[in-house]
Structures are given as C-alpha cells and as structure tokens.
C-alpha cells in the first residue's frame, strides 16, 4: 500500500485543468490534420454539442464584435457549413 496522498495527484489533463484537452485546442488540431470539416462532423468528432461548437466558433473565428482570435473560418458550401484554418490558424499549428 502506498503512503501517498491522492490529493497531491496531479489532474489528468481536460476541460476542468485548461490544458490540451480543451474544445479549442482540439478543435485546431483536428483542422490542422483534416481541414473543411463539416461543423457537424467536427462537434461529432469533438464529442460537443453545435452550440457548444458555435460558441467555440465566435472566440477562435475573426468577427470583431466577439473578439475573435481568427484561427478558424467558416465556409458554405450549400447547404453545408465547414470549418477551415485561417492562415493565422496555419501558422499556429504549424509551430506546435
């Protein structure tokens, strides 16, 4: 048996520490390996809801009334909506 005390443990990384388990963070990862997802497809893939996704959307997109980072844009294509980096988004990635 071990003397050590759980509450030294050091958290698993996820949503609750704001390390790279975050919505965002994975959300630019999954873009940076397959760009032009689906906003359906990503918030599937993210396992998050659409409003959780469009909320992602307006804090890493480009529109100045939410202080957008632009890192991700949105296309239609039809009737469908899809994801892509943003130069500035590319860049990111690519530095990581």
């Known amino acids: ?3 050590a005390d759980p509450t030294d443990a050091t958290p698993a990384p996820g949503p609750a520490t704001g390390r790279p388990d975050e ?3 994975r959300l630019l990862r999954l873009l940076a390996e397959e760009d032009g ?3 359906h497809r990503a918030a599937r ?3 998050i809801g659409l409003s959780e996704l469009q909320r992602l959307l307006s804090a890493l997109g480009s529109d ?3 202080d957008g980072l632009d ?5 239609r ?3 469908r909506l899809t994801l892509w980096l943003t130069e500035k988004g590319k860049r990111l990635c ?3």
């Open 1 to 3: 048996m071990s003397d």
């Open 23 to 25: 919505p965002g963070l």
């Open 37 to 39: 997802q689906s906003i």
């Open 45 to 47: 893939r993210l396992e």
């Open 64 to 66: 100045p009334r939410f």
């Open 71 to 75: 890192l991700v844009t949105t296309s």
């Open 77 to 79: 294509d039809g009737e």
């Open 94 to 96: 690519a530095n990581r």
